[in-house]
Nanobody
Framework: QVQLVESGGGSVQPGGSLSLSCEASGFTVSGYPMNWVRQTPGKGLEWVSYINSGGGDTSYADSVKGRFTIARDNAKNTLYLQMNSLKPEDTAVYYC???????WGQGTQVTVSS
């Protein structure tokens, strides 16, 4: 059974940090690019970051560039997102998405508020 389980979300004050993880099971992620996507009630779905299958190529939305870092550990079948200098506008449900297969996790809530 294919599963993607995100974790690491929570509530944090502006300027704080959170580290998200997305652990896959039921298939091997190593051959696929992966993304982080977030959703807010007002803005809908927003692509956040991309990493290629080997981890050597990454890209970011302008809104998070310089603050977020995507990484992966194929040996652990896991994707990561380090989020620093968080802003209230980063508040959203964050999903990991497997490219090409379009597998989605269940999402993890990130709330940035004072």
């Amino acid at each position: 059974q294919v599963q993607l389980v995100e974790s690491g979300g929570g509530s944090v004050q502006p300027g704080g940090s959170l580290s998200l993880s997305c652990e896959a099971s039921g298939f091997t992620v190593s051959g696929y690019p992966m993304n982080w996507v977030r959703q807010t009630p007002g803005k809908g779905l927003e692509w956040v970051s991309y990493i290629n299958s080997g981890g050597g190529d990454t890209s970011y939305a302008d809104s998070v560039k310089g603050r977020f870092t995507i990484a992966r550990d194929n040996a652990k079948n896991t994707l990561y997102l380090q989020m620093n200098s968080l802003k209230p506008e980063d508040t959203a449900v964050y999903y990991c998405v497997v490219g090409l297969l379009d597998y989605w996790g269940q999402g993890t809530q990130v709330t940035v508020s004072s």
